[in-house]
């Protein structure tokens, strides 16, 4: 299916010209989701418990044939520091700490938090929190274009409990939508005033199910994940890696 999906998706745009061509790659628990600067609509390839890092990289290269990347960004589930995976991820096969993606790309590649990626494409200046909605709880905070991925998730909330058990998917199993979307909008306004941001953004998967949001927040998108891997190496906002 994938095959057919990056056949499909042969036509190029006017960026065809240009001597880079950024390929951002989302990797997520059930899907792993790709596109360059070439194309107007993502391909995705099947993940899961089983997908290894080396399975990810063939069948991404398989999929994207043809496409003449030159640079590749990687959002990767999982804490990221200096640019490389610093532990296993939850919900796919282990392999990807250590991997050396430059050499299985054959081309230059940068690996962020994958709710960092979004984050850089939902950015639009000024002091923002970013809280990926998803799985987990994804969060970064960008302070005048300069982006600084965090681990919010497994801190204590309440009755023992972390952020991410109740704005999580477990929360949202657990608690039903309504008291959910309640936790999410107290949640989001205590880490807006920790962090004093001018504003924050919701993203990831879940947070389509928002339906009235506080002031000063905004539904993301996660097509924005694809924007914010080409700007990893556009330089805006600035990244860890300050290359």
Not at 53 to 70: I, L, N, P, R, S
Not at 73 to 92: D, M
Not at 131 to 154: F, K, N, Q, R, Y
Not at 196 to 215: E, R
Request: with cysteine; aromatic share 8%.
């Amino acid at each position: 299916m994938a095959k057919k999906a990056a056949m499909a998706n042969k036509t190029v745009t006017k960026d065809a010209e240009k001597t880079t061509n950024i390929l951002a790659i989302d990797v997520g628990g059930t899907h792993v989701k790709m596109l360059d600067q070439r194309h107007d609509e993502p391909v995705k390839i099947a993940s899961g418990p089983t997908l290894t890092c080396a399975d990810m990289v063939k069948q991404v290269k398989k999929a994207t044939e043809g496409w003449g990347y030159t640079h590749v960004t990687i959002g990767y589930p999982g804490p990221v520091i200096h640019g490389k995976p610093a532990t296993e991820p939850h919900n796919l096969a282990p392999g990807w700490v250590g991997f050396d993606f430059e050499r299985a790309f054959g081309c230059p590649v940068r690996v962020v938090n994958d709710a960092a990626m979004q984050a850089l494409g939902s950015y639009e200046g000024r002091r923002m929190l970013f809280l990926g909605l998803g799985t987990g709880l994804g969060s970064t905070l960008i302070v005048d274009g300069v982006m600084a991925p965090l681990e919010i998730a497994h801190l204590p909330y309440k009755n023992g409990k972390t952020y991410e058990d109740y704005v999580g998917l477990r929360g949202l199993e657990k608690l039903g939508k309504n008291h959910w979307r309640k936790h999410v909008a107290k949640v989001a306004q205590m880490l807006k005033d920790a962090m004093v941001a001018d504003y924050v953004v919701l993203g990831g998967g879940n947070a389509q199910l928002l339906k009235k949001l506080p002031p000063q927040m905004e539904l993301g998108n996660n097509g924005f994940a694809f924007k914010g891997g080409f700007r990893v190496w556009e330089g805006a906002p600035k990244t860890e890696q300050g290359k």
